[in-house]
């Protein structure tokens, strides 16, 4: 597509639920990222792919947090047992980056989720 | 963790008036970058600057980083109200995958 996709724009859920966030690449990047952004701070880096593997998922917070990208293109952030905590903008980017280049990130406008 | 923090965390300023924010980080970058986010969307890459450069410009946007300081500044010359946004340094490791950003700095330009 032309830009980065996400979706839903806007999640609520209650507290103990399971939340599925999607993100849809531009077309043909092979890296893909997911950041979560909290009121008046900064992205906070959670997990990144390259291809269908996620090439560093340090910025999981703990094991409820899970993200897949089974055909290198679309991925899924998965949240399971949501905590008020959670609540945040979730977003994603993605980037052409080769071996060795610049990594220009292309972001999506973001999937506000609010966890009650 | 945050690898850059922007300085000042805030900024007001009249329309044409120049605007400056300062990042600092702490490891080894291959690069660094400046994104801008207006409120409720998401970021917009605004420039690059690699760790062999002191200096880029970009239109009205001016960069400069200090590899032995740990630092970089961005510039906003002539000022919009157009320009009110959050600005954001972005840094990457050693391996030039992971983008780490800083806390930000919000700018207001007001007409």
């Known amino acids: 597509g032309a830009g980065v996709s996400q979706t839903p724009s806007n999640k609520v859920t209650e507290k103990g639920k399971y939340v599925e966030l999607r993100c849809d690449p531009i077309?043909?990047?092979?890296?893909l990222y997911w950041y979560r952004q909290s009121l008046g701070q900064g992205p906070e880096f959670l997990i990144y792919f390259q291809g269908t593997g996620a090439a560093d998922d340090s910025g999981l917070p703990n094991d409820r947090f899970f993200a897949v990208r089974p055909e290198g293109s679309v991925s899924t952030l998965k949240i399971q047992r949501t905590e008020r905590g959670d609540s945040a903008v979730y977003l994603c980017a993605s980037s052409s980056m080769g071996l060795g280049g610049a990594n220009v990130l292309t972001f999506g406008a973001g999937s506000r989720l609010t966890v009650l | 963790s945050q690898q850059g923090e922007e300085d000042p965390q805030a900024l007001s300023i009249q329309e044409g008036e120049n605007a400056t924010m300062n990042c600092s980080y702490k490891?080894?970058?291959?690069?660094l970058q400046w994104y801008r986010q207006n409120s409720g969307r998401g970021l917009v890459h605004l420039i690059l600057i690699r760790s062999n450069e002191r200096e880029k410009h970009s239109g009205r946007l001016r960069v400069t980083l200090d590899t032995s300081k740990k630092s970089s500044s961005l510039l906003i010359t002539a000022s919009r109200a157009a320009d009110t946004a959050s600005y954001f340094c972005a840094t990457d490791g050693a391996a030039g995958n992971k983008l780490t950003f800083g806390g930000g700095t919000r700018v207001l330009v007001k007409p």
């Open positions: 077309s043909g990047h092979t890296a």
């Open positions: 490891t080894s970058i291959n690069n």
